[in-house]
T-cell receptor
Framework: AQKITQTQPGMFVQEKEAVTLDCTYDTSDPSYGLFWYKQPSSGEMIFLIYQGSYDQQNATEGRYSLNFQKARKSANLVISASQLGDSAMYFCAMREAMEYGNKLVFGAGTILRVKS | EAEVAQSPRYKITEKSQAVAFWCDPISGHATLYWYRQILGQGPELLVQFQDESVVDDSQLPKDRFSAERLKGVDSTLKIQPAELGDSAMYLC?????????????FGEGSRLTVL
């Protein structure tokens, strides 16, 4: 069963505009974590932001914020004031707590292209 | 800043040949992961180590893939024989382990092309 769903294969945004990348997840575990990673064309995975399931407030890191709607099981990434360097692949991931440790499951990703 | 080291960055091989990838995690990180990422898709976990022990290799094609982390530090992922469908990015990551947020720190990846 798909645990992380990113329904937008690709997105375009105008430079300096805000963009929202969608992510929904599926888990029955009350304790979990949600991550967003950025992958530029060079291939490295860059951590952007983290939201714990018990966190009361939405996570923010600079221009990145996570719109966490627990009842809807969604964890959308909002990038404000888009820059050309934001063009990349973006992955949503969920941490599952296994008996042997943490496991991270990734979605299929969304390609973001920022237009000048 | 501490990084996860991987080598080689790029590998081109012919099918049926053997290939090996190496990963050195961030010092002190008990958990090490090998992910495979096919072009245009998300990373999929191949194998997960806790110290020197394999804790999850359910998605590792064991007939041709092997992984080891003998001293609980660096790790090697081997493919023998390589097949055309193995062309992908192989990502190594490490984390502090249970009790933390679970953030994974990734290396730059090893891009494999099988001809």
């Amino acid at each position: 069963a798909q645990k992380i769903t990113q329904t937008q294969p690709g997105m375009f945004v105008q430079e300096k505009e805000a963009v929202t990348l969608d992510c929904t997840y599926d888990t029955s575990d009350p304790s979990y974590g949600l991550f967003w990673y950025k992958q530029p064309s060079s291939g490295e995975m860059i951590f952007l932001i983290y939201q714990g399931s018990y966190d009361q407030q939405n996570a923010t890191e600079g221009r990145y914020s996570l719109n966490f709607q627990k009842a809807r099981k969604s964890a959308n990434l909002v990038i404000s004031a888009s820059q050309l360097g934001d063009s990349a692949m973006y992955f949503c991931a969920m941490r599952e707590a296994m008996e042997y440790g943490n496991k991270l499951v990734f979605g299929a990703g969304t390609i973001l292209r920022v237009k000048s | 800043e501490a990084e996860v080291a991987q080598s080689p960055r790029y590998k081109i091989t012919e099918k049926s040949q053997a290939v090996a990838f190496w990963c050195d995690p961030i010092s002190g990180h008990a958990t090490l992961y090998w992910y495979r990422q096919i072009l245009g898709q998300g990373p999929e976990l191949l194998v997960q180590f806790q110290d020197e022990s394999v804790v999850d290799d359910s998605q590792l094609p064991k007939d041709r893939f092997s992984a080891e982390r003998l001293k609980g530090v660096d790790s090697t992922l081997k493919i023998q024989p390589a097949e055309l469908g193995d062309s992908a990015m192989y990502l190594c990551a490490s984390s502090l382990g249970q009790g933390h947020t679970g953030e994974l720190f990734f290396g730059e990846g090893s891009r494999l092309t099988v001809l």
